[in-house]
């Protein structure tokens, strides 16, 4: 009898074989600028344009990537688990969805969506957003990417706390286990649900975890969900 009410954390480690880089690894977003000055609410205010700049060359990078293996093993589970199944992503990408998830949030928001400022309008938004680019709700020059900076509130915890605390099985895969609340995710998970990582090399938090399978993505993941759907 397999499991039946799952939850998968997924994190820029899933996306770097579709050729995302990872923000921690060697060669990593975060070596490459400060967070600091492009990824939370002050830099925004201080520097519009960097930010803008910043996130406009990751939204059209998302236009020439591909989901991999492991977000089409996942979109299959997603098919065929008759069970619960809850994809909580870190990502900002969109290849969870293009894969064919359904059962999916996404904890830091979604770099293909602005919002404004202004009247809060979100929308679908796939080319770049300029500082007077209008809102095409109240026409204020006030768009933002739709995406969750360092020191504001991650989306959507009160669903994914409830799928945490009802789960038998919760497996993180290619996340460093380095940013709260999704760092803190497998605790929540302990003791009612077996805790299972999938991850290039073990993460800072793997020791909390019943198992830490070490590999990439694209190996581990198919082979997991073979196993899960033969259950
Ligand atoms: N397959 C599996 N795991 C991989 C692969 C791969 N091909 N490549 C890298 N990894 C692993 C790394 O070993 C690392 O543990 O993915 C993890 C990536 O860690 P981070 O770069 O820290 O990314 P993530 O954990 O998603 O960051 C969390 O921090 O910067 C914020 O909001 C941002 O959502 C992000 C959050
Ligand atoms: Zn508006």
Redesign the pocket.
């Known amino acids: 009898m397999g499991p039946k009410r799952v939850v998968i954390l997924t994190?820029?480690?899933?996306s770097?074989?579709s050729g995302l880089h990872?923000?921690?690894?060697t060669g990593?977003?975060?070596s490459q600028v400060r967070?600091e000055d492009v990824?939370t609410p002050e830099a925004f205010v201080r520097d519009p344009a960097r930010v803008q700049a910043f996130y406009n060359a990751r939204r059209a990078q998302l236009l020439s990537v591909m989901p991999n293996a492991a977000h089409t093993a996942l979109a299959r589970l997603d098919a065929e688990f008759d069970g619960e199944l809850l994809v909580v992503t870190?990502?900002v990408d969109d290849l969870h969805e293009r894969a064919g998830s359904r059962r999916l949030l996404h904890m830091?928001g979604e770099l293909g969506r602005a919002r404004c400022t202004d009247c809060a309008a979100t929308r679908e938004w796939n080319s770049a957003i300029e500082p007077d680019t209008p809102c095409p709700s109240c026409r204020q020059p006030r768009l933002r990417p739709d995406v969750?900076w360092f020191g504001e509130m991650p989306l959507h915890m009160e669903a994914i706390e409830r799928a945490l605390m009802a789960c038998d099985l919760f497996v993180s895969?290619?996340?460093?286990?380095?940013?709260y609340p999704?760092a803190g995710f497998v605790q929540m998970a302990s003791g009612h649900a077996r805790t299972v990582e999938?991850?290039?090399?073990p993460?800072d938090g793997w020791t909390q975890f019943d198992d830490s399978l070490a590999g990439?993505?694209?190996k581990?993941v198919p082979a997991f969900v073979d196993e899960l759907l033969a259950r």
């Open positions: 994190g820029a480690g899933i770097q074989e990872t923000f921690r690894d990593g977003v975060w967070l990824a870190q990502n830091h969750v895969i290619g996340t460093s286990g380095t940013v999704a999938l991850n290039l090399e993460s990439p993505a694209t581990l």
